[in-house]
């Protein structure tokens, strides 16, 4: 009799972030198909889970690390199959040192420990603001439904904060991680989640994301084929309008955003 796979080791960072601890507690409830572990700076919830309840992450499957210590780092990703990257500066308001030390120091420490422990897939959290220079233009500035073409993946990026092109950066070091050293790193533009699950106003619905599709396309990205060395994906909702294309999640991955 041919016995069921083994549970995949999913490490998720910022485990105690308003999207990383769904997402741990999403794959927390499934223990037959992942052993999901947290990474985390400190224990403490951050300020964005508020109002919702924190997903507490028992003491054997959490682990300490801030992404400027290499060592601390390694010791967490270590005999993970695959790791969810949600850590970092959430928004730059810290100013650029923070930025440095978390975004881009940290990215690197996180990719090259996952390079030397042999993790198989690294699930990059980017933003969409890595493409926000467009609504400056027409038509992304009036975003009059069905009269544009929402951003695509392949078009060039446009940060406009210090914050945004960090997430470039990551996205680079995913592409350099992919193809120099043979690992599969999936990057997901995500868009604005919400504690409450609602877009904040009007203007942010073109840009929204919910919860549960948020957490559906982080696990389609875990589930992609093993042959997916390298993408980028926009976690949006089903807006109208919408921003950026999801057609793509939708052909590659499989995704069906239900809000």
């Known amino acids: ?23 741990y507690a999403h794959l927390a409830a499934q223990p037959d198909r992942y052993t999901a572990y947290g990474m985390v700076r400190r224990n403490e919830a ?39 990257h949600m850590a970092a500066d959430p928004d730059g308001r810290a100013g650029w040192e923070s930025v440095l030390n978390s975004n881009i120091i940290g990215n690197q420490h996180l990719f ?10 690294v699930v990059f959290a980017s933003t969409n603001q890595v493409v926000f220079g467009y609504r400056t233009d027409e038509p992304y500035r009036s975003l009059l439904d069905g009269q544009f073409t929402p951003i695509q993946h392949t078009q060039p990026t446009r940060p406009l904060n210090y914050y945004a092109c960090s997430k470039v950066f990551g996205e680079a070091l995913a592409h350099m991680y992919a193809f120099t ?3 599969s790193c999936l990057c997901l533009r995500i868009g604005w989640v919400t504690a409450d699950d609602r877009p904040a106003n009007a203007q ?18 875990i589930n992609a084929p093993a042959s997916l060395r390298f993408d980028i994906f926009f976690g949006h909702s089903n807006n109208h ?6 057609q793509h999640a939708r052909e590659v991955l499989g995704y069906a955003p239900q809000d």
């Open 1 to 23: 009799m041919q016995l069921p796979p083994a549970p995949r080791t999913v490490l998720i960072t910022g485990a105690y972030g308003l999207i990383g601890n769904l997402v």
């Open 46 to 84: 951050s300020a964005r889970v508020e109002p919702l309840e924190l997903h507490v992450i028992p003491d054997e499957r959490l682990h300490y690390a801030d992404l400027t210590d290499f060592a601390a780092v390694q010791r967490a990703v270590a005999g993970m199959d695959t790791v969810v």
């Open 112 to 121: 090259e420990a996952c390079r030397l422990a042999g993790v198989r897939r």
């Open 181 to 183: 050293h043979g690992m």
């Open 204 to 221: 942010a619905g073109p840009i929204w994301c919910s919860q549960r599709d948020i957490v559906q396309i982080v696990e389609r990205c």
């Open 241 to 246: 309008p919408n921003l950026v294309d999801i």
